[in-house]
């Protein structure tokens, strides 16, 4: 069953960058790079604010065992690949949002391993992760989809509109199956460790799109992407840390757990910027 998870989650995040890069074009990478400031305070604000919540979190309910590794390890783990299409969603600067999700990606490489040095510090546990493995990881499930898109829009554009919105809804189909297939694998290891984890993931994720709303500072239009930025993280990152580790399965469940606290806030985020746009 893991080994079909893991097939699914693979090729249903593949699907979802592939999408995303039939879209992207150099006025993206432009808009960002007129917005430097703004795009290194959003990024401080992912990787050091929201886990220094999620910290504070664990330790004032006093959580313990895979509650609190799955919370702590969605915290450190940014990027998630469906968090570009969020961002595309919220409106405000559209534009912005793509360099963004990339330079967030990019910097897990390094943030990641840090992170998980200092959750040692904090916890007293003995976990590991190198640069190489979350590398791994971010080339093949979000870069290298993402770059063939790229590369195909450059190419042949009119083959890439023809094919976006088509592919769009095929990952969109993907997720939701990839999502029914992980509660019945998981469900009862997911009561088994209670409602803590969905809870946790939902007021983390409301309170990190607050944070990433006020890491925008004055710039209004970039709010919406800052918000999402800050508070979508990356199940596929989480996993992959606690298989490095061999940490029980219960942890998987904790973190799926979270993601379905996190999803609930952040789509009800998107629908009440959708009827407030």
Not at 124 to 136: A, M, N, Q
Not at 164 to 192: F, G, T
């Amino acid at each position: 069953m893991v080994e079909i998870l893991s097939s699914l989650a693979v090729a249903s995040i593949f699907t979802v960058m592939l999408s995303l890069g039939l879209m992207l074009g150099r006025e993206h990478v432009a808009a960002a790079l007129q917005r430097r400031m703004v795009l290194a305070g959003i990024a401080f604000a992912v990787v050091v604010p929201v886990p220094g919540v999620a910290v504070a979190f664990v330790k004032l309910l006093d959580l313990s065992g895979p509650v609190a590794g799955g919370i702590v390890l969605m915290s450190i783990s940014p990027g998630a690949p469906v968090a570009l299409r969020r961002a595309l969603e919220v409106g405000g600067r559209v534009q912005f949002a793509p360099a963004l999700h990339l330079a967030i990606v990019m910097l897990a490489v390094v943030t990641v391993p840090v992170s998980i040095v200092v959750m040692d510090a904090i916890f007293g546990h003995t976990f590991s992760i190198s640069p190489l493995d979350v590398g791994r990881q971010v080339f093949i499930t979000q870069l290298l989809p993402l770059g063939i898109g790229v590369v195909i829009r450059a190419k042949r554009p009119a083959l890439a509109a023809r094919f976006e919105a088509r592919l769009a809804r095929w990952s969109n189909l993907m997720l939701l199956a990839l999502l029914a297939v992980c509660l019945y694998a998981l469900w009862p290891l997911l009561v088994s460790n209670g409602w803590m984890p969905v809870i946790g993931g939902a007021v983390l994720s409301a309170t990190a799109l607050a944070v990433g709303t006020a890491f925008a500072g004055r710039d209004a239009a970039a709010r919406p992407q800052a918000a999402i930025a800050a508070a979508m993280r990356n199940p596929g990152l989480a996993l992959m840390i606690a298989t490095v580790n061999h940490m029980p399965v219960t942890v998987t469940a904790a973190v799926l757990g979270y993601s379905l606290g996190a999803t609930v806030v952040i789509t009800a985020f998107v629908i009440w910027r959708g009827r407030k746009r």
